[in-house]
């Protein structure tokens, strides 16, 4: 199971659930962020690197400009919202992990995460489904199983690129620091 781990705002609700009208809506805006997620994070080709530098140069300048501008917005919007705690999450496809005290998030209790995944992108990816098992690691955290309900191939897909992407940058992060450190 490939899966990154990261501090991300990480809101549970407990809940009976959604209709189907709810579910569509959500997993509409589920794909939006996420597709939001994508945009912020990639940068122009490597292709266009090596056969027009220059104009990946100006591409370039244009995208930190960009990010710079819709960063800015980000926050202006995050701010605006009820920010939740920030904690440990492990995203993967199948299950997500969350660390949660004693009082919150019980197996087997039915709910949504929330998880704001970009400080650009104000809206958090929203999941239903329910708590699966608890467990302690060895600094004593409580980390509990979230298990998302059914997806549509279409937001499985996206999810299934973020958290490959994190994944592949968190494994260069630790081969460059293993050859520098």
Known sequence: MIDYEDRLVAIWEADEGADEREMDRLEAGNVAVLQGVAAVEEGASHRLREEQPELYQEIERLNARLDLLVDMVGRLLAEQRESGPTRRVRLAVEEIEFVAPAEE???????????????SVPEPLTLPGKITAERRDTEN?????????????????ALDQLVFRHHRRMIAEQRSRRAHG
């Open 105 to 119: 998030a019980a197996p087997g209790q039915a709910g949504r995460l929330s998880l704001r995944l970009h400080a």
């Open 141 to 157: 955290r409580r980390w509990v199983c979230f298990q998302p309900l059914a997806m549509s191939g279409r937001l499985r897909d």
